[in-house]
């Protein structure tokens, strides 16, 4: 099991950027043998799949919605995942939360754990 918390989310307009940061806590584990993803959720809307990014971070996939825009990372050795969101628009508010799976995939069936969230709101 591994404890995530998020932070870096807040209120920015349109065009703008925020950074994300998730740091992990893992106990008997080390944080590099969780592939990560982040997801985020509108209000009333479902969660939805945002970015993943393998173990070692040499492999990183993103949702349409924001390919282009946003970039994820991780540094293992500091136990930290990031997304990098540039170009915001309106429709990207939303809470984003990070998550942890054995396996490098997008479906948030697959994620065993989860930080609380963090809320992101763009203004038009």
């Known amino acids: 099991q591994v404890h995530l918390v998020e932070s870096g989310g807040g209120l920015v307009q349109a065009g703008g950027s925020l950074r994300l940061s998730c740091v992990a806590s893992a106990s008997g584990r080390t944080f590099s043998t969780y592939a990560m993803g982040w997801f985020r959720q509108a209000p009333g809307k479902e969660r939805e799949f945002v970015a993943r990014?393998?173990?070692?971070?040499?492999?990183?996939d993103y949702s349409d919605s924001v390919k282009g825009r946003f970039t994820i990372s991780r540094d293992n050795a500091k136990n930290m995942l990031y997304l990098q969101m540039n170009t915001l628009k309106s429709e990207d508010t939303a809470v984003y939360y990070c998550?942890?799976?054995?396996?490098?995939?997008?479906?948030?069936?697959?994620?065993?754990?989860w930080g609380q969230g963090t809320q992101v709101t763009v203004s038009s």
């Open positions: 990014i393998s173990w070692s971070g040499t492999l990183t």
């Open positions: 998550a942890a799976s054995n396996a490098y995939i997008r479906a948030l069936d697959e994620y065993d754990d």
